[in-house]
């Protein structure tokens, strides 16, 4: 592995992230709403104003399910396959360096453009917040936030490059990952409740199936985060709590790094044996 | 320096390359000739491992597929399609593949120079004509001082002016020792940089020639029909007879039977015998 070659491909794919329109457009519309969040959080309290970080990282949670999965399922989609469409894939192949170096570079160069948007994103509402006195009274939750979030981005990222590799059109790849938006955001969890109702799903079996779409791990491991707690997602959250509780966190990791690592580990084995360019 | 050694590939049911074995010799220009579908550029993407195959190819004793990077490291690749990112300015693509080749960065500018691009190096990519991307495929592909460069239908895209120009570039390339392995199917092409050429039919080889005797050896012809005014058609015949041409009288002309690479010497010759051609046709065979 020749850690130059991957440096200078992740170089040029964080380049051409930040000029893509699509990703600075979410980046814009992530800001925005997180200041808008921001400021907003305590007004159903009868206090107009910028909220503590607290309970803005409370509100910023849907934020972060919304716009990062969606965020990060494009680039990653778009990434191999884009580029096979273009031919340039076949090009930069038939250059002498590795796939493994070209899969790492593209990832890396792409984890990076997400850690920026993100870090802009919460950075600048919180900063804003910060300089209205709204006084950082915890601010460890929006940094742990922004790390979940950061989390949450690669597990969509490494699916997206799931699609790519399986895939050899940009539009098809980037049809697909918005397809799998909707699962993970909207019909798992109808799936979920209407599978708990009509299979009349034990308790424990329904936290574990929770743990099957990451964006529930992100969403419980960032209220776990905020509230010390679970009892607001209803028995099944009670039922974690008791049976799980000083392990609830490493559960919750462990989660999101499977998600991570597995879509990541079979995508770049399909790539590795691709040979129709 | 290359050696192919029973090269097979297979698309299901399909068979685009059948058993095929010949050697590239070094500082040699070897062209790969057949018409569209003979199977060329899928031995330039075994080559560069680009596909899976059956059978052997080694550059300079590595194995294309299992020492791919060492195989690549010795190859300098011009596609048939240039695929290159468009947003990106000539020099900065220059650089980016310098870096990828762990090239000096200063090649990039000594070899966009050498293309004649250096005064397009601000430019996008995008911006660039079809002989300029050629160009760029060019320097690109002489990035690192490869022994050997590859070349997949280099002048297809390309006019007149701009073919002229890239062949006598690829000349100089070939002058300066480099191993050249390219498809083509155009037969001046072959004559001008070829020293052996390989006829590729249906995926096998179907003769191999030294790249002058392409035309001999495929019984290709080219007619040249020349339009004289009347009273001198029989002198023009008598000349053209004298010089060795198989030339015969047509209506109001006189067709002469010419090596493809020679269509213009008996025009040549009647002028020196101060006789006027006032136009001419082509007919290949």
């Given amino acids: ?277 | 320096m290359i050696t192919f050694t029973h090269l097979t590939k297979r698309f299901g049911r399909y068979t685009a390359v059948d058993n095929l074995s010949f050697n590239v010799a070094p500082e040699q220009a070897t062209a790969l000739w057949g018409p569209n579908g003979a199977g060329k550029t899928t031995v330039i993407k075994c080559l560069l491992g680009l596909l899976r195959y059956n059978g052997t190819i080694r550059v300079d004793g590595y194995d294309a597929y299992r020492q791919g990077r060492q195989a690549r490291r010795l190859v300098g690749y011009v596609p048939q399609e240039l695929a290159f990112y468009e947003e990106m300015s000539t020099l900065d693509t220059a650089r980016f593949f310098a870096q990828l080749k762990q090239a000096p960065r200063t090649e990039a500018v000594t070899l966009l120079s050498q293309v004649g691009l250096a005064e397009h190096a601000g430019k996008p990519v995008a911006a660039l004509s079809g002989g300029m991307k050629q160009r760029l495929a060019l320097a690109l592909a002489l990035l690192g001082d490869p022994p050997v460069l590859v070349l997949d239908e280099p002048t297809s895209n390309l006019d007149p002016a701009g073919r002229s120009q890239f062949l006598q570039l690829l000349a100089q390339v070939k002058a300066a020792g480099k191993t050249i392995l390219f498809t083509s199917h155009r037969l001046e092409e072959i004559e001008q940089i070829a020293d052996q050429v390989i006829v590729m039919e249906r995926g096998a080889v179907r003769l191999t020639c030294p790249g002058d005797e392409l035309a001999t050896a495929l019984g290709l012809r080219t007619t040249v029909k020349l339009h004289l005014p009347t009273g001198l058609l029989d002198n023009a015949l008598d000349v053209l007879q004298r010089a060795g041409y198989a030339a015969r009288r047509n209506g109001v002309g006189v067709l002469v039977d010419v090596h493809p690479g020679e269509k213009a010497q008996p025009i040549h010759t009647l002028n020196q015998a101060q006789i006027a051609v006032t136009d001419f046709e082509v007919e290949s065979s």
């Fill in chain 1, 1 to 277: 592995m020749n850690w130059v070659i991957v440096w200078t491909l992740a170089q040029k794919e964080l380049r051409d992230a930040l000029r893509n329109r699509w990703f600075v457009l979410y980046t814009l519309a992530f800001l925005v709403l997180a200041l808008a969040f921001s400021y907003l959080a305590l007004a159903g309290a009868g206090m107009v104003g910028f909220a503590g970080f607290g309970r803005t990282a409370a509100s910023l949670i849907n934020l972060v399910l919304l716009i990062v999965p969606l965020m990060a399922l494009t680039i990653g989609a778009q990434s191999l396959a884009g580029e096979q469409e273009r031919a340039t894939l076949a090009y930069l192949l038939a250059q002498p360096i590795s796939r493994a170096e070209i899969f790492l570079g593209k990832y890396l160069g792409l984890l990076l453009s997400l850690f920026a948007s993100l870090a802009l994103g919460f950075g600048i509402s919180g900063l804003v917040m910060t300089l209205n006195g709204s006084g950082a009274a915890d601010p460890m939750a929006l940094v742990t936030m922004v790390a979940l979030a950061f989390l949450l981005s690669l597990t969509m990222l490494s699916v997206g490059f799931l699609i790519s590799a399986f895939t050899n059109r940009g539009g098809v790849a980037v049809g697909i990952g918005l397809f799998l938006w909707l699962v993970f955001v909207f019909l798992g969890d109808l799936g979920m409740m209407g599978t708990a109702i009509t299979m009349r799903v034990p308790i424990d079996t329904l936290f574990w199936l929770s743990l099957a779409n990451p964006l529930q791990i992100f969403k419980m491991a960032a209220i776990f985060n905020i509230q010390a707690t679970l009892d607001i997602l209803g028995p099944a959250g009670i039922y974690a709590m008791q049976r799980y509780e000083t392990y609830l966190t490493a559960i919750f990791m462990a989660g999101l790094a499977l998600w991570v690592l597995v879509p990541a580990g079979i995508a770049f084995v399909r790539f590795h044996a691709k040979s129709d360019f």
